[in-house]
């Protein structure tokens, strides 16, 4: 059985962990709550751009082409994998990696024994766990989370485009964490360029429904060739926004947690400690009864 100084130092650890994870959880709720505002105010705005670009796309010409659209042979990819800054979110970044592992070995082995499967990481976690495993990367976004705004998601949105319309990527898919609520995220591994094209029961849906007529000024061409690339960027820094709200809800959760099993820990150490003190109060009782005893036999 430990001595009790040995379980007094435990008891004072594990509350000063508890209040360390308390006051985590308190800066993860004020964070979480920014973030979902952010991201539940881009949805509607994200949902309409996209049913914008659908309607024209559907009413275009034929002459007309979309170069994000352009469906080719994969002979490089880019896999952009969001993740977090810091640690302690629970399960958040290691569900992201193993997203991003299995999408390579179901769809990109080939690519991936050939050297022509590249990795974007946002997020320094991202960033550590694929270097330290030597796969090729784009470095210059990792630091995206630190200062997550618009502008630099449209940075790093305008090099993806300007990279797969070249001709030097084939493909992009961005593996991330969608937020849901708190205690949910869900990963989402989906494929953000080339633009994939409308299903057929969206077309018989949209034929059915009424069919929106847009005026174009000044052109249809135009028009086409400046709002795909913009709906595209917002689509990108939509995946940032659920990223990041997901991680301080996942952070959140992980510290509440973190916060009862201290509690459960501290019962348990305040009872051994109880225990030691009464057993070592019985043990000098039992010494001085025996030496008293001694005394008076002498």
């Known amino acids: 059985m430990a ?31 920014r973030a979902q505002d952010k991201i539940t105010q881009m949805r509607p705005y994200s949902q309409r751009m996209s049913e914008v670009i659908s309607n024209v796309t559907s009413g275009m010409s034929e002459g007309v082409e979309n170069p994000f659209a352009e469906e080719r042979d994969v002979n490089r990819v880019l896999i952009v994998v969001v993740s977090s800054d810091r640690g302690l979110c629970g399960a958040f970044n290691s569900s992201v990696f193993k997203g991003a592992v299995s999408l390579i070995k179901e769809k990109y082995q080939y690519q991936m024994d050939m050297d022509q499967c590249i990795i974007m990481p946002i997020g320094k976690k991202a960033h550590d766990y694929f270097k330290k495993r030597d796969y090729l990367m784009v470095e210059r976004f990792s630091h995206l989370i630190h200062d997550l705004s618009f502008e630099n998601a449209r940075e790093a949105g305008q090099y993806i485009l300007e990279e797969f319309e070249s001709g030097y990527f084939d493909k992009v898919e961005i593996v991330y964490n969608e937020f849901k609520n708190v205690a949910t995220q869900v990963l989402v591994k989906e494929q953000f360029l080339p633009v994939a094209p409308i299903s057929e029961e969206d077309l018989e849906e949209k034929a059915s429904s009424k069919n929106v007529d847009y005026i174009f000024e000044p052109t249809k061409e135009f028009i086409f060739k400046e709002i795909v690339p913009k709906s595209l960027k917002i689509q990108f820094y939509k995946a940032l926004l659920e990223s990041n709200a997901s991680e301080h809800g996942a952070r959140m959760t992980a510290m509440d947690k973190a916060t009862d099993n201290a509690g459960e820990l501290l019962k348990e150490l305040r009872l051994t400690y109880n225990r030691t003190r009464q057993a070592a109060i019985t043990k000098e009782i039992l010494e001085i009864v025996g030496g008293a005893e001694a005394l008076a036999s002498e």
Do not use: G, P
């Open 3 to 33: 001595n009790l100084k040995e379980v007094k130092n435990r008891i004072s650890s594990v509350s000063s962990t508890q209040q360390i994870t308390k006051a985590m959880k308190m800066v993860a709720a004020a964070k979480l709550r």
